[in-house]
């Protein structure tokens, strides 16, 4: 997993082909978050939506809103955020914690701080194929104590979802997908396997590494980094800090996306009888007519 060795580890390492800073931008009421995918210079990567690093305070947050077609992902880094639906789904997340909501045929949510404070997180939106997007919603919730880990030459790693260093998570990806959470001590590096037709990205959340091959220009926090083809990732911590990132990779549906919004389908006629079911609560969103979160 690690050691002096300088070489990728791969006979053809992934290396960065685009690098985009995540700058902050205001999102919901009061909350301001960093987008890297899903903003102008990346659209989405296929079958990723989008991704947030947000960083919230009371009274600021993301009061009730709508979703359908796609998962999101919420991954806690820093203390707590309380959710609920209109199906009577509560509860709250905190720091390590993980949620990840199938949104399927329809879900209207709140998601609010918890405590005092700042609250950070990541939210990644992952795409449903359009046989899965008129799905009932659905969640699956891993307290940060469930999450399997691994350490091993001053790397860890935490497996959201998919396997690294021998560790499986139980998350079942309904699109296939890896969501990998590492830390490397000053002068560790790592090398992990990525599915050869899967698309795959990392994105720093703190510290500053090497990616992709040994001589490459650090990069620094805030910063995605979308990964070319290849059969794994290497990174490197060169600094006298930690390193943390997360790697994320997903098998592509190549289908159209036409995207409203929190609304992600495959056609334009789909989007507006999307529009038409909301606005009328049906069809996934019968309950929008009585339902205000608390």
Not at 273 to 278: F, N, S
Request: proline residues 7%.
């Amino acid at each position: 997993m690690s050691g002096s060795d300088h070489s990728s580890g791969f006979d053809q390492p992934r290396l960065v082909v685009k690098k985009v800073l995540a700058k902050p931008q205001r999102e919901g009421e009061g909350a301001v978050v960093r987008r890297s995918i899903g903003r102008s210079e990346l659209k989405n990567l296929d079958p990723f939506l989008m991704l947030d690093e947000f960083a919230v305070a009371p009274p600021a947050g993301f009061p009730d809103h709508p979703h359908r077609g796609f998962e999101t992902v919420t991954y806690m880094l820093q203390g707590a955020f309380t959710h609920q639906d209109f199906a009577g789904h509560k509860g709250t997340i905190r720091t390590g914690d993980v949620q990840w909501m199938t949104a399927g045929r329809g879900i209207i949510h709140s998601e609010m701080p918890a405590d005092e404070g700042t609250q950070k997180g990541l939210q990644l939106w992952i795409n449903l194929a359009s046989k899965d997007k008129m799905i009932e919603p659905n969640y699956q919730e891993l307290p940060s104590e469930d999450i399997k880990r691994a350490e091993k030459d001053g790397v860890e790693v935490r497996v959201i979802a998919g396997e690294s260093m021998g560790v499986r998570s139980p998350v079942y990806t309904r699109t296939p997908t890896m969501y990998l959470d590492f830390t490397l001590k000053p002068r560790a590096q790592m090398h992990q396997s990525i599915p050869e037709s899967w698309n795959s990205f990392v994105y720093i959340v703190e510290g500053e590494g090497v990616f992709g091959v040994a001589n490459s220009s650090p990069v620094t926090a805030h910063h995605a980094l979308v990964l070319g083809p290849g059969d794994g990732l290497s990174a490197w911590n060169k600094s006298s800090k930690p390193l943390r990132f997360v790697l994320i990779g997903g098998q592509p549906l190549n289908e159209p996306v036409v995207q409203y919004g929190p609304f992600v389908m495959n056609t334009q006629k789909e989007i507006e009888q999307t529009i038409e079911d909301y606005h009328y609560s049906k069809n996934g969103f019968e309950m929008a007519k009585y339902w205000r979160s608390q």
